[in-house]
Structures are given as structure tokens and as C-alpha cells.
């Protein structure tokens, strides 16, 4: 099965620290996604990508977030200087353009931040 | 006022029992709608997208009253595996490519 696919699953970090995600999405899907979800929430949109051209950023991912999709394949999610309230399951979804635009989404990784 | 509202719940039902969820969402210029399924720590799956001229698959039926700007979710003769957390999702306008999720409805059937 070649779905989205996610590493690390979990992470536990210290507050303070970088911590990288990688995504890979879909073969042929040209767009990719990054959403954060807390408990109890539904998940909520921090950026997303066409092909490597990151095309909308949400208020919501401040200056230490940054994700790079740098051959219009995997993506990468960092976060520097880590903070409690960064604990999350980040998820990633990919699509390809079209007439439904069907957003499938990745196991995700689960950040702990102590 | 938050962009789509979903009831939390829980709904508990028996098994066999038919549960409608409703869904609003507050941009008028949304062009796409779908319900998501979510197991307890898992990731959302696409359950099925919503149509204004309403849409059924199996046990799951889907409408969108655009008017209202009102999504619902019927499931008739729920079995125990239908328990999970629907999400009810909007696609923004036509020049993002975003989701944006409500909080979810958790169902749980019972025996």
C-alpha cells in the first residue's frame, strides 16, 4: 500500500529543543498538507504545498515552524525552540489537483513536548 | 464564531438505532463538503463527500442545504464498528486548498 506515509510516529522532546517531521506523500499527488490536531479538536490547516511551491501558510504557524517541500516530493515540518502548547498530532495529507482534490491523510506523528 | 460547528456529543446509541448529525458553517463562498471518519487516535479517512442534490452510500446518507448553509449525516442501522468521531469538513473557496474542520461528533453504539 503506498498511502501517505509519516516518520517519526512519536516524538518526546524537551522544551527548547528542534524536532523535523517527514512526510511522503502519495507517488502521484502534486499538493501536500500539514494540519495540527489537539484532543478533543478537529484537526486545523497550517500550510500546504503545490508540487515545491508553498502556496498558504496559516496564522497559526509562527516564525519556528517552517516546512519545506524542496523537490515537490517529501516534506519536511520543523519546529525550533520547542513549547508545551506545540504538543500535537501533526498530520500530513496529500491530494492532486483535480475535480475532487480528495485530501488523504498520513498516520501522523504525535509530538510531546515535556 | 467558530467557521464550522459540530455538536461534540457523544452520542450513545443501541445498535440498529438511525443517527443524524448537523454541521453549519459560516463562509457562504464554500465549494466542497465532506464528512471524515476518525478512530481514537487515528487519522481522519474520508467517509464520503456531500452534494446539494444529496447523496447516499449504504447506511450513510449525506445532505447539504446550501441556503442554510447546513450539512447533515444520517446513518440508519448502526452496527458497532460505526463507532468513531465524524468530522464534518468544508473546502474553502476555490483559491486555497485548506480543509477546515468542525470538532467532531463522537458515536458510540452500544450492544
Known amino acids: 500500500d503506498t498511502g501517505v506515509s509519516q516518520n517519526p510516529r512519536h516524538k518526546i522532546t524537551k522544551r527548547g529543543q528542534n524536532v523535523t517531521f517527514r512526510c511522503d506523500p502519495i507517488s502521484e499527488h502534486n499538493r501536500l498538507y500539514w494540519y495540527r490536531q489537539t484532543l478533543g479538536q478537529g484537526p486545523e490547516f497550517l500550510t500546504y504545498f503545490q508540487n515545491e511551491a508553498q502556496l498558504e501558510k496559516s496564522r497559526l504557524l509562527s516564525d519556528r515552524f517552517s516546512a519545506e517541500r524542496p523537490k515537490g516530493s517529501f516534506s519536511t515540518l520543523e519546529i525550533q525552540r520547542t513549547e508545551q502548547g506545540d504538543s500535537a498530532m501533526y498530520l500530513c495529507?496529500?491530494?492532486?489537483?483535480?475535480?475532487?482534490?480528495?485530501?488523504?491523510f498520513g498516520p501522523g506523528t504525535r509530538l510531546t513536548v515535556l | 464564531r467558530k467557521e464550522v460547528e459540530q455538536d461534540p456529543g457523544p452520542f450513545n446509541v443501541p445498535e440498529g438505532a438511525t443517527v443524524a448529525f448537523n454541521c453549519t458553517y459560516s463562509?457562504?463562498?464554500?465549494?466542497?463538503f465532506f464528512w471524515y471518519r476518525q478512530d481514537c487516535r487515528k487519522e481522519p479517512k474520508l467517509l464520503m463527500s456531500v452534494y446539494s442534490s444529496g447523496n447516499e452510500d449504504g447506511r450513510f446518507t449525506a445532505q447539504l442545504n446550501r441556503a442554510s448553509q447546513y450539512i447533515s449525516l444520517l446513518i440508519r442501522d448502526s452496527k458497532l464498528s460505526d463507532s468513531a468521531t465524524y468530522l464534518c469538513?468544508?473546502?474553502?473557496?476555490?483559491?486555497?486548498?485548506?480543509?477546515?474542520f468542525g470538532q467532531g461528533t463522537t458515536l458510540q453504539v452500544k450492544p
Open positions: 495529507a496529500s491530494s492532486l489537483t483535480g475535480i475532487t482534490d480528495t485530501q488523504y
Open positions: 463562509n457562504s463562498a464554500s465549494q466542497s
Open positions: 469538513v468544508v473546502h474553502g473557496s476555490s483559491n486555497t486548498g485548506k480543509l477546515i
